[in-house]
């Protein structure tokens, strides 16, 4: 910039025939301008480049939304539709042992597998929608009826203080999650769920007394558990799953810790 007003001030004396005989009113407005226009220049190139920056960073945060979105329909679709499905599994197989001996008792059970599927249809309308919210009292009752039509005796506690709405719905797909794989990847007789709070803290346990090994580790290693660990993640929370002896067996405990508190502005359940 300096070396073009330069430029235009020794032109100007160049045609102007010298420092003496030039007219500086009319020298000085033009290198002024000269410099405004470069100045200008510059600004334009600056402010385009920016543009093309923002516009970039644009479209890469348009990218990661898109990617966000896939990750949460295939979470959420994974984490229902594995439960309803096990759960109709499990209901049309007591109906077809039921069908003979028992036809009242037969028809009953179908007609929960009606519910059950017409249900499944509203839950994944929901969550493609992506307003479908869990809700840990709703899925403890499910828990129960799930593990009931797979002949394991259940035992839930649920000492735990009202929550915020975030942390609830979280523990939701805790207990849903951890109750598909002990229906899906074990030889349970007896299941534990387990919902508790000390020094702001809520803690969450799903164990089952029926391990199988190698089929627990490939459930952890998919998108089951490792979609649940980015869900209590967010949350500011911790996930372990891992086998242990329960009740002098061979067992597996899933253990999630949640804090409480900094959630507690949310609504609460």
């Given amino acids: 910039m300096i070396g073009l007003t330069l430029l235009t001030l020794g032109v100007s004396i160049g045609l102007g025939g010298g420092l003496v005989s030039i007219n500086w009113l009319l020298i000085i407005p033009l290198a002024l301008l000269v410099r405004g226009l470069g100045l200008g220049m510059i600004g334009f ?16 945060l348009a990218r990661q939304a898109v990617m966000e979105e896939r990750l949460r329909m295939a979470r959420d679709l994974h984490d229902l539709l ?16 039921l069908l003979e001996k028992d036809p009242t008792s ?6 929960e597998v009606e ?7 509203r839950e994944v309308r929901e969550a493609v929608a992506g307003y479908r919210q869990q809700s840990l009292g709703s899925e403890l009752d499910g828990a129960r009826q799930i593990l009931e039509a797979a002949g394991i005796a259940c035992v839930i506690e649920n000492e735990a203080p009202p929550l915020p709405q975030n942390v609830d719905t979280v523990l939701g797909w805790v207990v849903r999650e951890g109750v598909t794989n002990v229906i899906r990847h074990s030889r349970a007789e007896r ?13 969450a346990e799903v ?4 391990y199988v090994r190698g089929q627990s580790e490939i459930d952890q290693k998919g998108s089951g558990l490792s979609g649940l660990a ?10 372990e799953a891992a086998p242990q002896i329960i009740e002098n067996a061979d067992g597996f405990r899933l253990r999630v810790e949640i804090p409480i508190k900094g959630n507690l502005s949310m609504e609460v359940r």
Avoid: Y
Avoid at 83 to 94: A, G, N, Q, R, V
Avoid at 106 to 111: D, F, L
Avoid at 191 to 203: A, D, T, Y
């Fill in 106 to 111: 037969a028809t009953q059970e179908i007609r």
């Fill in 191 to 203: 299941c534990w769920i387990r919902i508790s709070s000390m020094n702001g803290v809520v803690h």
């Fill in 45 to 60: 190139m600056r402010l385009s480049d920016a543009l093309r920056q923002l516009q970039s960073a644009r479209e890469e």
């Fill in 230 to 239: 980015e869900r209590v993640a967010k949350q500011g929370g911790h996930l």
């Fill in 115 to 121: 519910r059950v599927a017409r249900q499944a249809l």
């Fill in 82 to 97: 594995g439960h309803t499905l096990s759960l109709i599994t499990l209901k049309s197989e007591l109906a077809g042992r």
């Fill in 207 to 210: 164990s089952n007394d029926g």
